[in-house]
């Protein structure tokens, strides 16, 4: 299959913070559409390998990178990378919702105001934020609320909204680094359930200390151990027919 049935493509990626090794040659591949699900033993690099999809592991001075990152087809190394269209297509959710202390409304214009050259009239901020609550299955709930602090929403209302105000810029990826840790166990199935709407749509990478959450939510799953890709394969295969010993002893729950 063409590299293009991939949103997310690395080859021989390594990394390291100063002289210690995170990731170890990694060759990994996010189809498009799906739900690819990192999971692994604390430490082992998830989160590190997802910061690589937006380069904000740049932000550390110490990181050294080698190897190579396609996203859509695209080195996202290359020069003419500019790193603000690159986030605006990359979206990140993080394990605590992290609303701007703003309104509702406000939270989802935000990234309007900063990525649109043009500026955007009220009926058309409107709409977007109208299509935004709706997508992640918030209207109902909040479009008599758009005026209210987003951090006085419920836990699972803030993180729904966090991911809606990555959809008004049109991502095509996003990245969600144990998005349901700080949930309860309703609010988790929220999520999850929102997620499996949102994928197809979008190319989703979750990382996920939950096996049981990783089998319920994601099309495919990538099991690491100390900075290398173990295993990656569907799902189902992985947990029921896992080829590697080490993920094996893993997901029995031996280890991590
Ligand atoms: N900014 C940093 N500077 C130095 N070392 C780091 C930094 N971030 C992570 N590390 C180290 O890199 C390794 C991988 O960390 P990472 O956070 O990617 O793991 P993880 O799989 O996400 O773990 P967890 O499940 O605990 O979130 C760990 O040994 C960690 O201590
Ligand atoms: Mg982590």
């Known amino acids: 299959m063409s ?31 799906l739900i690819t699900a990192l999971i692994g033993p604390s430490g082992c690099g998830k989160t590190t390998l997802l910061r690589c999809f937006n380069r904000v592991n740049e932000r ?37 919702p992290n609303p701007l202390p703003l309104t509702v409304y406000e939270n989802i214009v935000f990234g309007l105001h900063i990525h649109s050259p043009a500026r955007l009239n009220a009926s058309a901020l409107d709409e977007a934020v109208e299509q935004a609550l709706t997508d992640v299955g918030l209207w109902m709930d909040l479009k008599d609320k758009q005026k209210s602090k987003a951090t006085s929403l419920s836990l699972d209302q803030q993180q729904k909204l966090c991911i809606a105000r990555l959809l008004p810029l049109k991502p095509e990826i996003i990245l969600m680094d144990e998005p349901c840790s700080a949930l309860d166990v309703e609010a988790t199935r929220q999520v999850e359930e929102l997620m499996l709407e ?27 151990l100390m900075g290398e890709l173990i295993e990656h394969s569907r799902t189902e295969d992985l947990f029921i027919r896992p080829l590697d010993k080490r993920t094996a002893e893993y997901i029995e729950g031996r280890f991590g």
């Open 3 to 33: 590299d293009l049935a991939y949103s997310i493509v690395t080859r021989d990626l390594s990394l390291w913070y100063g002289e210690f090794q995170a990731l170890r040659s990694v060759s990994f591949k996010a189809r498009n559409g």
């Open 60 to 96: 550390y001075g110490n990181v050294t990178t080698t190897g190579e990152i396609r996203l859509l087809g695209k080195n996202i190394y290359d020069e003419d990378v500019s790193l603000i269209e690159l986030r605006k297509s990359v979206g990140m959710v993080f394990q605590r």
């Open 198 to 224: 949102l994928a197809g749509r979008y190319t989703i990478i979750i990382v996920t200390h939950n096996m049981a959450q990783a089998k319920r939510v994601s099309h495919e799953c990538a099991f690491m």
